[in-house]
Every structure is written in C-alpha cells, then in structure tokens.
Nanobody
Framework: VQLQASGGGLVQAGGSLRLSCAGSGSIFRPTIMGWYRQAPGKQREVVATITNGGSTNYADSVKGRFTISGDNAKNMVYLQMNSLKPEDTAVYYC?????????WGQGTLVTVSS
C-alpha cells in the first residue's frame, strides 16, 4: 500500500490550504483514513479521521476550521484547512488503516506565517 500526500505549502495566517492523499496498492478499501501532524520538537498528533462510513473526528484545536472528507471509490482523503494559524505549522501525514495494519504517507509541509 502506498499513500501519496500533496497540497502543503506556505500560507499567511487566516488563509486556507487543501491537502489531498491518494491510497493505492490494495484491492481493499481502508477502514479509516486520517491526517496527523508533527510540529518541530513535538510528537505526532491526530488532526482528523474519517471512516469509510463517513464518520469524522477532529482534534479540538482544529474543530470548526478544518474539514476532512473522503472519496471511497478513489481511496482519497482530503483535508480542507481554513483560518490557518501559525501554530498549525507542521508536517502533515496521511494515514490509512487497512484491516489491522496502518500505513503512512510521506508527509507534506504546511507553514503558516504570522
């Protein structure tokens, strides 16, 4: 299984970015897909997850600003990030759970300037 993330970049505070992640290499649909992030000097943390049934969960720090969505037919997951803050600066990783095994994408850097 391979996960390819894209969409990171540099944006000013208050701006928006949309991350995309494509899963490939499996005939099965992932049970859960999600986005995690790791800021410099900090541990990786969950940002948002979505099940193949469409149920979503968000970290408190992004509720109301970020929206996760998925396309089951394409094994895609997206993260729409609005009202970005400097503290959102991090490397964002896509994750997918196939059965009991999780897979990580390569990460995409999001930098929010003040």
């Amino acid at each position: 299984v391979q996960l390819q993330a894209s969409g990171g970049g540099l944006v000013q505070a208050g701006g928006s970015l949309r991350l995309s992640c494509a899963g490939s290499g499996s005939i099965f649909r992932p049970t859960i897909m999600g986005w995690y992030r790791q800021a410099p000097g900090k541990q990786r943390e969950v940002v948002a997850t979505i099940t193949n049934g469409g149920s979503t969960n968000y970290a408190d720090s992004v509720k109301g600003r970020f929206t996760i969505s998925g396309d089951n037919a394409k094994n895609m997951v997206y993260l729409q990030m609005n009202s970005l803050k400097p503290e959102d600066t991090a490397v964002y990783y896509c994750n997918a759970l196939y059965g009991t095994r999780g897979y990580w994408g390569q990460g995409t850097l999001v930098t929010v300037s003040s």
